[in-house]
């Protein structure tokens, strides 16, 4: 944990607060505070800031606050993921908002199990704790969004105007003429990116796509499971297109 993420609600108005939950139990069994000691902290979707521990009991402790004027940037990138199975979702919430996806937009395609959504997995109440630890572990404060859309071609033909406004649309398709490297032009404003299921997308949807402004693109000759295609496609884009 490299960030104790905080809401607005646990400050009393002279911006302390008392935690008796895993995050006192971070603090006293892992990084050992004692009184005087700070520890970052940030405002969940706010700005970062410093905690000065005022107490330490055996199950307690006591911060007071500080934060900086402004909130760090809201990650740019966006991401369509045709959902995966379950514990490949699992292992997935943290990572992504570890790597900074703004946008989480779930869905729907022809190779994924219909099952696949009837899972807790896919529940805020499940996904909400393991993107807070993603965000404490990379030091941002930003949640992403997350929206479950389950057709497919309703979401690319009419909803996607509203839950993404990017210009730079991407595609990772493994038999792609071109690699992701290979685009010179770096984005000033977001960029939506779409990552299939284990097999890939079927020809309809690649075509769907290719309608509606998504380039496909390639990220190297090794055809991937969905979670390592996941973080090297999130990290690829985030490295050429948005530095």
Same mark, same amino acid.
């Given at each position: ?35 005087? #000691? ?18 330490? @009991? ?39 908002? &570890? ?40 030091? #941002? ?19 996607? &105007? ?9 595609? @990772?398709?493994?038999? &792609? ?51 390592? &295609? ?14």
């Amino acid at each position: 944990m490299n960030l104790l993420l905080l809401k607005r609600t646990e400050l009393s108005d002279d911006s302390t607060l008392t935690l008796r939950d895993k995050r006192a139990e971070h603090l006293i069994r892992v990084l050992r505070v004692s009184s005087g #000691d700070h520890v970052r902290v940030g405002l969940l979707n706010g700005p970062r800031g410093t905690g000065r521990v005022e107490s330490v @009991a055996s199950d307690q402790v006591v911060l007071r606050c500080a934060f900086e004027d402004a909130p760090p940037p809201v990650s740019r990138l966006d991401l369509i993921l045709a959902l995966p199975r379950p514990k490949v979702m699992k292992r997935l919430w943290a990572q992504l908002a &570890a790597l900074g996806v703004g946008r989480i937009i779930l869905t729907n395609a022809a190779r994924v199990e219909r099952n696949y959504f009837d899972t807790h997995v896919i529940d805020p109440d499940f996904y909400t704790p393991l993107l807070i630890e993603g965000l404490q572990q990379a030091q #941002d404060t930003h949640l992403p969004e997350v929206s479950l859309q389950r057709r497919f071609k309703l979401l690319i033909e009419d909803d996607l &105007a509203t839950l993404s406004d990017a210009p730079l649309r991407f595609v @990772a398709h493994p038999t &792609a003429k071109t690699s992701v490297a290979e685009i010179s032009h770096s984005a000033s404003g977001r960029v939506l990116l779409a990552i299939g299921p284990e097999g890939g997308w079927v020809p309809f949807e690649l075509e769907l796509l290719a309608e509606h402004g998504f380039t496909a693109v390639h990220f190297g000759a090794r055809t991937l499971r969905s979670d390592t &295609a996941c973080i090297a496609a999130i990290a690829t884009v985030t490295q050429f297109l948005m530095p």
